[in-house]
């Protein structure tokens, strides 16, 4: 070791040195979340820069949470700025962990919007929905409660009318048609509670959206074989199986991420999956992407305790979300130069429907795969291949031609 990396050791132990006596549990702390060696004595380093400023402004252990607080706008600015803050945070969430601090306090929905909380119980319980479609629901109905109030009775059509034209406003069709589903999903609701007069959620409008009106948004063959390609590395296994089955399959972004152990039958070549409303359903396991799955399971993923399938490749090691699925994507349309305004996971889902029916499946077969309740979903698809349109043209309710 060099005499000025010596130096450059030392100092920083001297100016840690009162926060010592937690630094080393912290760097056990760490190196428990999958922290590498590296890392750790990366972040004790940075931690010592805000340690600096830390002590310089008076604060002490007890009050390092109103430090850390105190600090965000000291190191705001470049990345490099922002680092110590960082390596803060984990530092004062270790802290909290351990109880040397007290615990952060986030007053639960319940506590703020309990009727939201005993919607959000209710659409599980009765409906089988998703806590991520009902996350999508949230922050447009704490504006409703917002605008409207939080006593039913208020909820005139022309008050619904008119908070759900204001909050559409600003944004496209889509988010629009968000918007409508998520009201009207609430008010009905409070229908079935007795809450509110049948027949209220007819007051919330509906916005145009004519049926097949659109072209599948999908990826050709040869895309889809540049895009596994740009997975095919010793440390890129995770993200080559979630590749597969997204292309594959069709799964959607959150089956790919909620995916565990238990839901892979390897004995019968099939997986297991509970969609939208809990409706189970077994689906084939194709060889190449049970192969992958293995690959990644043997030789790439962390041995953590969990029974969910994929994880993140970075210290904190925690499962994926949906979110980190749809980045695994997007990064892998990079590396394979694709161009393509849709960068989402959904894409996918598209393109191997497409893919099946180019391939000689049939509406239903495909809708079977994609697990859709109308085959009038399916028939979207039809669109992509001219032959195919016939399974779903009508007769022609007009005079025949002289």
Same mark, same amino acid.
């Given at each position: ?9 030392r100092s920083v132990h001297a100016r840690i040195n009162w926060l010592q006596l937690h630094v080393d549990g912290f760097k056990e702390w760490l190196s428990q979340q999958n922290y590498s060696p590296a890392t750790i004595v990366e972040v004790v380093r940075l931690l010592a820069l805000w340690g600096d400023w830390v002590r310089a402004t008076g604060f002490e252990i ?87 109030g939080t006593d039913p009775e208020v909820y005139t059509a022309i008050a619904i009318r008119g908070f759900v034209l204001d909050r559409a406003k600003p944004h496209g069709r889509a988010r629009a048609q968000g918007i409508t589903v998520a009201t009207r999903a609430y008010l009905k609701y409070l229908v079935a509670i007795g809450q509110c007069p049948a027949g209220r ?35 890129? #296994? +995770?993200?080559? &199986?979630?590749?597969?089955? @997204? ?5 959607? *972004?959150?089956?790919? =991420?909620? %995916? ?87 894409? #996918? +889902?598209?393109? &191997?429907?497409?893919?099946? @029916? ?5 509406? *239903?077969?495909?809708? =079977?795969? %994609? ?32």
């Amino acid at each position: 070791m060099t005499k000025r990396k010596y130096r450059h050791r030392r100092s920083v132990h001297a100016r840690i040195n009162w926060l010592q006596l937690h630094v080393d549990g912290f760097k056990e702390w760490l190196s428990q979340q999958n922290y590498s060696p590296a890392t750790i004595v990366e972040v004790v380093r940075l931690l010592a820069l805000w340690g600096d400023w830390v002590r310089a402004t008076g604060f002490e252990i007890g009050t390092l949470a109103v430090g850390f607080a105190a600090s965000a706008s000291v190191f705001q600015g470049s990345k490099n700025a922002r680092a110590p803050q960082g390596a803060a945070a984990l530092f004062v969430s270790y802290l909290r962990e351990k109880n040397i601090l007290p615990a952060e306090l986030h007053p639960s929905l319940e506590e703020t919007w309990p009727a939201l909380a005993a919607f959000r119980c209710w659409m599980k319980e009765q409906r089988g929905i998703k806590d991520s479609t009902l996350d999508t629901y949230q922050p447009i109905l704490i504006d409703l409660l917002l605008s409207l109030g939080t006593d039913p009775e208020v909820y005139t059509a022309i008050a619904i009318r008119g908070f759900v034209l204001d909050r559409a406003k600003p944004h496209g069709r889509a988010r629009a048609q968000g918007i409508t589903v998520a009201t009207r999903a609430y008010l009905k609701y409070l229908v079935a509670i007795g809450q509110c007069p049948a027949g209220r959620e007819y007051a919330v409008p509906s916005f145009a959206s004519w049926q097949l009106a659109t072209t599948p948004r999908f990826l050709g063959q040869s895309n889809i074989d540049r895009l596994i390609a740009a997975c095919d590395s010793e440390d890129r #296994l +995770r993200d080559r &199986a979630v590749v597969l089955l @997204l292309a594959r399959l069709g799964l959607r *972004a959150s089956e790919v =991420a909620n %995916l565990t152990f238990g839901d892979i039958d390897w004995k019968n070549g099939r997986i297991t999956l509970v969609g939208k409303v809990r409706r189970e359903e077994w689906l084939p396991l194709p060889q190449d992407v049970g192969d992958a799955i293995l690959a990644y399971i043997e030789r790439a993923r962390p041995r953590i305790a969990t029974m969910r399938v994929f994880l993140t490749d970075l210290a904190p090691i925690r499962p994926l979300s949906r979110i980190a699925v749809k980045c695994i994507v997007r990064r892998a349309l990079d590396r394979a130069g694709i161009e393509s305004i849709h960068r989402g996971a959904h894409v #996918l +889902r598209h393109s &191997a429907a497409t893919a099946m @029916l180019r391939s000689g499946a049939s509406l *239903a077969g495909v809708g =079977a795969v %994609l697990r859709h309740r109308s085959p009038s979903t399916t028939a979207l698809y039809a669109k992509v291949d001219i032959s195919l349109l016939s399974e779903i043209a009508q007769p022609w309710g007009g005079r025949l031609p002289c």
